[in-house]
């Protein structure tokens, strides 16, 4: 139980950097801003159909890679309606432009990723931060400023949210609006929150019986960085300082963590790419009795200049044999 006695001895020290966080542009507080504006989220003052783009300039971006998980806007109209769409599209794209080009096309030419595609039903709350939802994510690069782009049409209800001044914005209204190529450039953008992570672990592949389960491991700071991936039956969690681990410390995770199924548990430890990527899988022996059984799984990353020799830590996610 040798790798067990090592897990808990890192553990029981860890004091690591939050793996979430929020970038409020330009603050975390949903209460205030420059003003309250329609556009984009009132359906009425946009007649159902829109397209938005604002511009966050580096200088507000943190300045270190994050994986963008959701946005949440700062409602000012207080008694907001659902603003419901037959199709939202949100699209994320890296730009090194200061200004944004009455060309919307323009503004998303590198790293454009479409992270919401469908119909939404966007809640808004007096004065709190409404998140939208995002159903997929955006790895920021830390270098760039952002784009973030918002159409939807067939929409009814909405609110107003605050805005900034001098934060750029781009945006059409009306019948057309949802296609629209180009439209009106000002400086008055919406006061808009990133929900951000370090450290992201997916889960893909046949999860059955002789299948391979893919963990795809992601900590967008720490490229080049040692990685060890862990697995348990149980989720914890496992108390950590003020955070916590999300695995038990039971005879799965020191089998995993200390190699002894080499042939199940491959790529457990390892180095991720200059990309902060790497992958670990799950070989299920095939024998139809593991079926029904629940496995969580984390991973941590390593860093001799971090406190204590750690830099990240993965929530934990769930594989169910099928």
Same mark, same amino acid.
């Given at each position: 139980?040798?790798?067990?006695?090592?897990?808990?001895?890192?553990?029981?020290?860890?004091?690591?950097?939050?793996?979430?966080?929020?970038?409020?542009?330009?603050?975390?507080?949903?209460?205030?801003?420059?003003?309250?504006?329609?556009?984009?989220?009132?359906?009425?003052?946009?007649?159902?159909?829109?397209?938005?783009?604002?511009?966050?300039?580096?200088?507000?971006?943190?300045?270190?890679?994050?994986?963008?998980?959701?946005?949440?806007?700062?409602?000012?109209?207080?008694?907001?309606?659902?603003?419901?769409?037959?199709? /939202?599209? $949100?699209? %994320?794209?890296? @730009?090194? #432009? =200061?200004?944004?080009? +009455?060309? &919307?096309?323009? *503004?998303?030419?590198?790293?454009?990723?479409?992270?919401?595609?469908?119909?939404?039903?966007?809640?808004?709350?007096?004065?709190?931060?409404?998140?939208?939802?995002?159903?997929?994510?955006?790895?920021?690069?830390?270098?760039?400023? /952002?784009? $973030?782009? %918002?159409?939807? @049409?067939? #929409? =009814?209800?909405?609110? +107003?949210? &605050?805005?900034? *001044?001098?934060?750029?914005?781009?945006?059409?209204?009306?019948?057309?609006?949802?296609?629209?190529?180009?439209?009106?450039?000002?400086?008055?953008?919406?006061?808009?929150?990133?929900?951000?992570?370090?450290?992201?672990?997916?889960?893909?592949?046949?999860?059955?019986?002789?299948?391979?389960?893919?963990?795809?491991?992601?900590?967008?700071?720490?490229?080049?960085?040692?990685?060890?991936?862990?697995?348990?039956?149980?989720?914890?969690?496992?108390?950590?300082?003020?955070?916590?681990?999300?695995?038990?410390?039971?005879?799965?995770?020191?089998?995993?963590?200390?190699?002894?199924?080499?042939?199940?548990?491959?790529?457990?430890?390892?180095?991720?790419?200059?990309?902060?990527?790497?992958?670990?899988?799950?070989?299920?022996?095939?024998?139809?009795?593991?079926?029904?059984?629940?496995?969580?799984?984390?991973?941590?990353?390593?860093?001799?200049?971090?406190?204590?020799?750690?830099?990240?830590?993965?929530?934990?996610?769930?594989?169910?044999?099928?």
């Amino acid at each position: 139980m040798r790798s067990i006695v090592l897990l808990v001895s890192i553990l029981s020290i860890l004091v690591a950097s939050a793996a979430a966080g929020e970038i409020g542009v330009p603050d975390n507080n949903p209460t205030t801003g420059a003003a309250c504006n329609a556009i984009p989220w009132s359906s009425s003052f946009m007649t159902g159909e829109a397209c938005y783009q604002t511009l966050i300039p580096v200088s507000m971006m943190g300045g270190k890679p994050v994986v963008i998980k959701d946005i949440s806007f700062a409602c000012c109209t207080p008694s907001p309606a659902n603003l419901v769409a037959t199709t /939202l599209t $949100i699209t %994320i794209a890296h @730009t090194t #432009a =200061t200004v944004l080009s +009455s060309t &919307y096309a323009s *503004n998303l030419a590198k790293d454009a990723t479409v992270v919401f595609n469908g119909k939404a039903t966007f809640t808004g709350v007096y004065q709190k931060w409404a998140p939208v939802g995002l159903t997929g994510t955006f790895r920021y690069n830390g270098t760039d400023s /952002l784009v $973030i782009e %918002i159409r939807y @049409t067939g #929409a =009814t209800g909405g609110f +107003s949210c &605050y805005r900034v *001044n001098n934060l750029g914005k781009g945006y059409s209204r009306g019948a057309g609006a949802f296609t629209a190529t180009s439209g009106s450039v000002s400086t008055s953008g919406l006061k808009v929150q990133l929900n951000t992570e370090d450290t992201i672990l997916t889960l893909s592949g046949a999860a059955n019986p002789g299948g391979t389960v893919l963990l795809d491991l992601l900590a967008a700071s720490d490229a080049g960085l040692t990685y060890q991936v862990g697995s348990s039956f149980g989720k914890g969690p496992i108390a950590i300082g003020s955070r916590k681990l999300e695995l038990d410390l039971d005879l799965l995770l020191d089998v995993s963590v200390g190699g002894k199924l080499p042939t199940i548990f491959k790529g457990y430890s390892g180095k991720l790419d200059a990309t902060g990527k790497g992958q670990a899988q799950i070989v299920v022996p095939n024998d139809t009795r593991l079926k029904g059984v629940r496995i969580y799984n984390a991973f941590l990353t390593l860093d001799v200049n971090e406190p204590f020799g750690i830099a990240s830590i993965s929530d934990s996610k769930l594989l169910s044999i099928q």
